[in-house]
C-alpha cells in the first residue's frame, strides 16, 4: 500500500494518473486540516500522477521525479521495484556497482548496499532483455549467480537478465543447412548473437522483447532471407523488404473497398508520415497492417496508389495544415 499526501487550503482534491487512466474524480483524498492522504495498492512498474486541486491540475511538489507528458507539461513520477539484485560475498569490498544498458553503463550507476552477506539493490525493469556486470571496487564483472550471458559483439560476455514472455520465431527450412541466425532491430542487427535451433523442419528461437515494432531477417547459411511464413513488412534502406513483428497490444489499420489498387501505405504520426515504407497487405480485398501503438493520440492516413485519402470507415479527423484533414485513432488514454 502506498501513501500519496498533498498540502494546501483547497474545497476537494483527488489524485488522477497513469493508474486510473488520469480520471479526474475516481480518487478522492481524506482531508485533515490542509492536509490530504489516499492509500493506494500499486503494481511493481513506473507510475505517473498529478493532484487535481479544485479542478487544477497539479505535480506533487514534494517528489522532484518527473517527466514531461504529451501536452507539454509535467507529470510527477515514482517508480516500485519488482527485482532485487543481489552478489553474495566481497565482504573486504569497499564499493560495489550496479551497471548495465539501462544505466548507459557507467561505473557508478548504482550503489548497492552490504546486507547479510551480499551487496543488494533492488530496482525496477521492464519486460526485455538486460545486459548488465558488477563493478567492485573499480573491478567490473559478471554475475556468479547468473549462467546466461550475452556477447557484446566485441569479443566480450554480459550477464543477461530476461523479463517477460519470449516471442518465438520460426523458419520451415526445406533444404539441407549448416547455421541460421535471428537478426533484426531489437538485437542491432547483430549477425551473431542469436543462432537458432536446428528443427525437423527447419530451425526455431525464442527471444525476450519488450512491447513493441520490430524488424527482423533470417541468416541462412550467409543468406538474409525474409520470414516466408509472415505476410507483413516494411521497406529497408536498401530497398528490400525486412519481416515485421508486433510484440504487445497491437492495432490493426484495415481499409476496405480498394480491391483495384496496386498498393496501399500506411502513414502517420507515429513512423513520421513515411510515404512508402509501411506497405499494407492485401488480405482477401482488405488491406491491412499491425502496429503497436503507445497510449495518446495519433494520425494517420492511408496512401492509395500515391494519392493520400483519409480513413473512410474512421469519423475522427483533425484538420491539418494542408485543410485535407487526418484520420485520428485514440490508444489507451490521453495524460493530463
Not at 489524485?15 to 490542509?34: C, E, H, K, R, Y
Not at 504529451?70 to 569490498?93: C, D, Q, W
Not at 506497405?279 to 488491406?287: A, E, H, L, P, S
Amino acid at each position: 500500500m502506498y501513501r500519496f499526501k498533498y498540502s494546501g487550503i483547497h474545497r476537494a482534491v483527488h489524485l488522477a494518473g497513469s493508474f486510473n487512466n488520469w480520471s479526474v474524480d475516481a480518487l478522492p483524498m481524506i482531508q485533515d486540516g490542509t492536509n490530504w492522504t489516499v492509500d493506494l495498492k500499486l503494481s511493481p512498474g513506473e507510475h505517473r500522477y498529478k493532484f487535481v486541486c479544485d479542478g487544477e491540475w497539479k505535480k506533487d511538489p514534494l517528489n522532484e521525479d518527473e517527466l514531461t507528458n504529451e501536452h507539454g507539461t509535467k507529470n510527477s513520477r515514482f517508480v516500485i521495484p519488482n527485482y532485487t539484485m543481489k552478489l553474495s560475498g566481497f565482504e573486504s569490498a569497499e564499493k560495489v556497482f550496479l551497471t548495465g544498458g539501462f544505466a548507459d553503463w557507467k561505473a557508478d550507476a548504482v550503489p548497492m548496499k552490504f546486507e547479510k552477506g551480499a551487496w543488494i539493490v533492488d530496482l525496477y525493469f521492464s519486460d526485455g532483455r538486460h545486459e548488465y556486470k558488477f563493478v567492485v571496487d573499480g573491478e567490473w564483472m559478471l554475475d556468479p549467480g547468473n549462467d546466461k550471458v550475452q556477447d557484446d559483439g566485441a569479443g566480450n560476455q554480459n550477464s543477461l537478465l530476461e523479463i517477460g514472455v519470449p516471442t518465438k520465431f520460426e523458419l520451415v527450412v526445406n533444404e539441407d543447412y549448416i547455421n541460421c541466425y535471428l537478426v533484426g532491430s531489437f538485437n542491432h542487427w547483430n549477425e551473431r548473437s542469436i543462432k537458432m535451433k536446428n528443427t525437423e523442419k527447419g530451425c526455431v528461437a525464442s527471444y525476450v522483447m519488450p512491447e513493441g515494432n520490430y524488424e527482423y531477417r533470417y541468416i541462412l547459411d550467409e543468406n538474409w532471407m525474409v520470414d516466408p511464413g509472415n505476410p507483413f513488412g516494411v521497406m529497408n534502406e536498401f530497398g528490400e523488404m525486412n519481416s515485421w513483428a508486433v510484440v504487445g497490444d497491437t492495432t490493426w489499420f484495415e481499409l476496405r473497398g480498394f480491391d483495384a489498387a496496386k498498393s496501399v501505405v500506411l502513414s502517420g504520426s507515429f513512423n513520421g508520415w513515411d510515404e512508402s515504407r509501411f506497405r499494407m497487405k492485401n488480405q482477401d480485398g482488405v488491406w491491412r497492417f499491425p502496429m503497436h501503438l503507445e497510449a495518446g493520440k495519433h494520425q494517420y492516413k492511408f496512401i492509395v496508389d500515391g494519392k493520400w485519402i483519409t480513413d473512410p470507415s474512421n469519423s475522427i479527423v483533425e484538420d491539418n495544415f494542408n485543410g485535407t484533414g487526418n484520420s485520428i485513432v485514440w490508444v489507451g488514454f490521453s495524460e493530463q
